[in-house]
């Protein structure tokens, strides 16, 4: 089993620029997160989905869109990159009260 | 107000030695989890342990402990026997109950174990 895999895990945009960070889990878990990760911040949850058809905003939404493809997928968009969006980004999956199991993470700068 | 608060931004501990990582909650809903994770240097995110607002004992996973004070809405993480490879960034996160599946991660607690 894979886990969680996120791709890319590295990716560098101009300000104005638009990307989709794509996430895939393989454990058959109903809910999906995304977070960002900034020095002396911790993470902080951006769109997280319960389950499969749903989404929900999560602390930090501005800026950035979700789609829950199917059970699988969960993928973060951002539809014009700003250099406040500099960040790492985990994507995590976990069962409706397990823990969470996080991707490798994608390490985004926006020039 | 923060949901999951630690207080220590940084914490040295000789190895060997026990250390705890503070770490305090604000949920008024009965029913929560707490978790702790642990973030190396290269970055990936590992689960330690879980704790459950109804569970009557303390979790324990090998060295790992819970000192779980519900009263205080305290989660601290006590590491036993610390060794090098302990010395990483820490985070108490907590989800609340009632529908959601949100969960809220603290800023973290970067431990280094001196030889």
């Known amino acids: 089993n894979a886990g969680v895999t996120q791709t890319p895990k590295f990716q560098v945009l101009k300000t104005g620029q638009s990307m989709t960070l794509q996430c895939a889990q393989d454990?058959?878990?109903?809910?999906m997160y995304w977070y960002r990760q900034d020095p002396g911040m911790g993470l902080r949850l951006i769109y997280y989905s319960a389950s499969e058809g749903t989404t929900d905003k999560g602390e930090v939404p501005n800026g950035y869109n979700v789609s829950r493809l199917n059970k699988r997928e969960f993928s973060l968009r951002l539809e014009s990159a700003a250099p406040s969006q500099t960040s790492v980004y985990f994507c995590?999956?976990?069962?409706?009260?397990?823990?969470?199991?996080f991707g490798p993470g994608t390490r985004l700068t926006v020039l | 107000a923060q949901k999951i608060t630690q207080t220590q931004p940084g914490m040295f501990v000789q190895e060997k030695e026990a250390v705890t990582l503070d770490c305090t909650y604000d949920t008024s809903d009965p029913s929560y989890g707490l978790f702790w994770y642990k973030q190396p240097s290269s970055g990936e995110m590992i689960f330690l342990i879980y704790q459950g607002s109804y569970d009557q004992q303390n979790a324990t996973e090998g060295r790992y402990s819970l000192n779980f004070q519900k009263a205080r809405k305290s989660a601290n993480l006590v590491i036993s026997a610390s060794q090098l490879g302990d010395s990483a960034m820490y985070f108490c996160a907590m989800r609340e109950g009632s529908g959601y599946q949100k969960v809220t991660f603290g800023t973290g607690t970067k431990l280094q174990v001196i030889p």
């Open positions: 454990m058959n878990h109903n809910s």
């Open positions: 995590a999956s976990s069962e409706t009260w397990g823990e969470q199991f």
